[in-house]
């Protein structure tokens, strides 16, 4: 963003300040009473002059103990942040910026947000409507760079309010549209003297709280009938559980037990369970395990899919071949089941209500569902994973191999930790080997709801994405999630090119005070890149990185930093002081970069393996 534009940024005034006409409600306090109204507690972006008074508006607001804002060190960054926030928190996110630069540099995170389908708010500035066309600073109107024409293809609505009037109505309806089956973004483009219109009313007319209160969805009640019979009469079930399940997981991981089933999930839906349950086989997708691809391979009688879109990372493009006639898809997004023309049934509707109605009907039915072949208790002593590698989990080399920092992770951070992986071998590392309070203890069943457990009901200890992909979302992220829920441990794993485009974010954990642990795997390359062209036999360029001292780096910013070459070197840190620390740890982990990360899967996507 232009330097210049921050000379314009807004300097709160003190309490004891006397009277100024922007302290006149105007409707920039109203868009921010509305956050008020439905729980916003923060906003995060970068001030500018186009913005200003929506920053004076968030200065007034935090002294009353309203919404306040967060500031980031690049725009894209404070996308990530409402993402994250939005995730732990379940309310919306919000992100704003300036026009021009600001707006476009938004472009990014929100992008991300709406793939993933993460309730995110975008307010972003322009200049005043008589300067259109003028060659204003950072113009980005509808005759300039066109910034609301770019939001287009990356939200569920997005609008330029051109009169004061509009200003209620179009917000409620972008707020309303990112709760709307499967969730996503919105952005609304607001001018400079808009945002300054003096308010007519000082309170909201519309009770937005009670616009957003979610309703008890439709379900299609003869295809759970005709799915709940097939379910009666298989005899081999596998369900396979998507992102989207955070709400039902209860229900879900009930109808497995009812029923005798094994089960995988997606990558990005790892997080919702617990991993040692006797009958998990696995990941399915990248980073997965052979395991979850052999079960699926074996040809089940009925395969459950729940809240996933089937995208090229979590099956590789290959549904016809592994999944077939045999896939029943349960979902309440029309998005994710026209990507599964092949299933034998679509059954449509909230997921939560979908699993319910099949209890009651099994409760209905109470006579045993038998399982040829499966006995859960020989299976409580092992795991039906299959690890690729499993030997290095448990290496002692120098430097240290990412599997065994994987398994020590999992060891020394507490079960209700928030992980957050970023894109690259950090995700591939993470979903593969990754699990919450490993070798500790068994946990119990109250554990295990404390480990899946988050404030918004939607348990997810592991967060990462499967289809849009910026490098550097977790890091913004993980700050966002740490913001939204303080109490909650929170663990950041990135890559040293992730943490090169967008490492300045942990300035913000550090001056919001976010224990964060900033986890950077320091291999001087872009990992995956290199690894896909040695996988691939392809030409060796454009993957090398600068070996950096990362520990020196975050001590240049007042932040603890510790290098981590052995596993000796981790085992000596006290990650319960870390997490209790008033500001982030960096960790610099020199990682083995000779170690090959199971990514099998995207390289036979990209045509470059057989």
């Known amino acids: 963003m232009d330097e210049l534009d921050l000379a314009f940024a807004d300097e709160s005034e003190s309490p004891d300040s006397p009277p100024s006409p922007a302290d006149a409600p105007q409707i920039a306090d109203l868009i921010v009473s509305y956050l008020e109204d439905i729980g916003v507690e923060y906003v995060f972006g970068i001030p500018g002059g186009a913005i200003e008074p929506l920053y004076n508006a968030l200065a007034r607001s935090s002294r009353r103990g309203g919404p306040r804002p967060v500031v980031s060190r690049h725009e894209a960054g404070a996308a990530f942040m409402a993402d994250g926030y939005a995730r732990e928190t379940g309310k919306l996110g919000v992100c704003i910026a300036t026009s021009g630069p600001g707006a476009t540099n938004l472009i990014t995170g929100i992008a991300c947000a709406h793939d993933s389908n993460i309730p995110v708010l975008a307010i972003t500035g322009l200049p005043t409507l008589p300067s259109f066309g003028r060659n204003a600073l950072q113009e980005s109107s509808s005759i300039s760079v066109n910034s609301v024409a770019m939001f287009r293809h990356c939200t569920r609505y997005n609008s330029l309010i051109s009169h004061p009037d509009q200003l209620e109505r179009k917000l409620i309806n972008a707020i309303m549209s990112t709760r709307q089956a499967p969730g996503g973004a919105a952005?609304?483009?607001?001018?400079?003297?808009?945002?300054?219109?003096?308010?007519?009313?000082?309170?909201?007319?519309?009770?937005?709280?009670?616009?957003?209160?979610?309703?008890?969805?439709?379900?299609?009640?003869?295809?759970?009938?005709?799915?709940?019979?097939?379910?009666?009469?298989?005899?081999?079930?596998?369900?396979?559980?998507?992102?989207?399940?955070?709400?039902?997981?209860?229900?879900?991981?009930?109808?497995?037990?009812?029923?005798?089933?094994?089960?995988?999930?997606?990558?990005d839906a790892k997080g919702l369970i617990n991993p040692r349950h006797p009958s998990y086989c696995g990941v399915f997708g990248f980073g997965g395990h052979s395991s979850a691809d052999e079960l699926l391979a074996d040809t089940p009688d009925l395969l459950l899919a729940f809240g996933t879109g089937f995208a090229e990372l979590i099956s590789g493009n290959r549904c016809d071949e592994l999944l077939g006639e045999h896939l029943v898809h349960i979902d309440s997004s029309e998005e994710n089941l026209l990507r599964t023309p092949m299933a034998r049934q679509h059954v449509r509707g909230r997921i939560l209500s979908v699993c319910q109605r099949l209890l009651e009907l099994l409760d209905a039915n109470p006579g045993p569902i038998v399982r040829p072949g499966l006995d859960t208790r020989a299976l409580s002593a092992q795991s039906r994973i299959s690890y690729y590698r499993p030997e290095a989990m448990d290496s002692d080399a120098v430097p240290i191999k990412p599997q065994r920092l994987m398994k020590m992770l999992s060891e020394h951070c507490p079960p209700t930790t928030r992980f957050f992986a970023d894109i690259g071998n950090s995700m591939v590392w993470t979903a593969h080997y990754l699990e919450p309070g490993s070798g500790r203890h068994q946990p119990s069943r109250q554990e295990n709801s404390d480990i899946l457990r988050q404030p918004s009901g939607a348990a997810n200890w592991l967060r990462l994405i499967m289809e849009f992909c910026p490098m550097g979302w977790a890091i913004g992220s993980a700050i966002g999630a740490a913001r939204g829920n303080p109490d909650s441990p929170v663990v950041c794993i990135t890559g040293d090119g992730a943490y090169l485009m967008s490492g300045q974010e942990i300035t913000v954990a550090a001056q919001e005070g976010l224990p964060v642990i900033f986890v950077v795997l320091n291999d001087a390359a872009y990992g995956m890149v290199k690894h896909g062209q040695r996988l691939a036999k392809a030409e060796q360029i454009g993957a090398e990185?600068?070996?950096?001292?990362?520990?020196?780096?975050?001590?240049?910013?007042?932040?603890?930093?510790?290098?981590?070459?052995?596993?000796?070197?981790?085992?000596?840190?006290?990650?319960?002081?870390?997490?209790?620390?008033?500001?982030?740890?960096?960790?610099?982990?020199?990682?083995?970069?000779?170690?090959?990360?199971?990514?099998?899967?995207?390289?036979?996507?990209?045509?470059?393996?057989?």
Do not use: W
């Open 187 to 267: 952005h609304l483009s607001i001018p400079l003297d808009i945002l300054r219109t003096p308010l007519k009313h000082a309170a909201p007319t519309y009770d937005l709280s009670r616009l957003l209160r979610q309703k008890v969805s439709l379900v299609d009640d003869q295809a759970v009938r005709e799915l709940h019979e097939d379910i009666r009469r298989a005899h081999r079930i596998v369900f396979l559980i998507g992102a989207a399940c955070g709400e039902a997981i209860e229900a879900i991981m009930e109808l497995i037990e009812r029923t005798g089933a094994l089960f995988v999930t997606t990558p």
């Open 545 to 610: 990185l600068p070996h950096i001292d990362y520990r020196r780096l975050a001590e240049a910013m007042g932040i603890s930093g510790h290098v981590i070459e052995s596993p000796q070197d981790l085992e000596a840190l006290d990650f319960a002081t870390l997490f209790q620390r008033k500001g982030p740890t960096l960790l610099d982990v020199r990682v083995d970069p000779e170690e090959v990360p199971p990514m099998s899967l995207r390289m036979k996507a990209l045509g470059t393996m057989t």
